[in-house]
């Protein structure tokens, strides 16, 4: 039977794999819903970026795609439960790019409490010689890590990376707000499981590594961040929707906390008169944490041979939906539909 896979978007340097096992490749970038689905309609494995949304309507109108593969963890822009209910297995790339978010927000949250890219301002700008009573200032507003708290929303292996990079700082305490991760595996990790409310109030820091799921949208709302310190510093490096943009607006405009460091934000890319750019206490990346040339290319490899895996009844590397499997099951018991002639990767899992 032949295979075809489309790659939309960025062009993907492994799509040589595809084409090694006679598996047709069509590359596009389309630029409507209406474009996705002519693309689509007709493939059995897709490659997706952030966008284009797999929602409803897309998934319907492609009756013989079987596997949409995103590179990263996150897989925000496919609809997990029309997937599950099609059959259609939404892969991810868990574990690629763990090391650089996990820098990332160290890194954003030193450049707080170091307050370097004011300092390098100010030498530039002569500072140093000719405005002691600057520097003097910086001396007076740097700030350490070792003891004072640290905590962390989403204890999973991002969440987990940062604990090892902090406990190096000798903080006093790292606390972690994760109902899905029982206190022996925060133990390996010299971490101190505790209600949401009890770290927004007791946290000099605190990171974001959660999924977005209607769970956690929002979770940084209003009501949270009055809750927190007013010296708190907010970093998140997870998923814009879990901050309430203007309930950050407002709290860093206000006091109610100090600084934030973000590499998401609700809309992307965020607009440049987006009121959160003319904030002084907020420093904003272009959701980059998670990239470098290393995780890239572990990316891009592992995102194709989801799809390739899947298609050939092997296991994938990560599967956001496993409750599909029942489904597929149901199908080929029943009516194999999109699964006519397609080994069977179950039991190849381990679920």
Known sequence: MALKVASIGRPSPQLG?????GIEVVEAEPATTEEVIDILKDVDGALIGIWPLTDRQVLEACPKLKVVSRSGVGVDSIDLETATELGVCA???PGINTSEVADHAMALLLSFTRLIPEQRAAVKAGSWAENPAQINQFRSDLRRIAGHT???????NIGKAFATRVRGFGPERIISYDPYVPQTTADLYGVELVSLDELLTQSDYITVHTPATDETHHLFDRVAFEKMKPTAILINCARGPIVDPTA??????????????????EIEPAASEDPLLTLDNL???PHTAGTSPTS??????KQAENVLLILTGKAPHGLANPEVIKT????RATNPGRW???????TALAI
Do not use: H, R
Request: net charge negative; hydrophobic share 50%.
């Open 296 to 301: 890239g290319a572990a990316g891009a490899l």
């Open 283 to 285: 420093t904003v990346t």
């Open 340 to 346: 006519e002639g397609i080994p069977d990767f179950s």
């Open 328 to 331: 597929i099951a149901v199908m």
């Open 91 to 93: 892969c991810n790339t």
């Open 17 to 21: 794999i595809f084409k090694a096992a």
């Open 248 to 265: 950050l607006y407002v709290a860093l405009k206000e006091g109610q906390i100090e600084s934030a460091g973000i590499d998401v934000t």
């Open 150 to 156: 640290v905590g962390i929303v989403g204890l999973g």
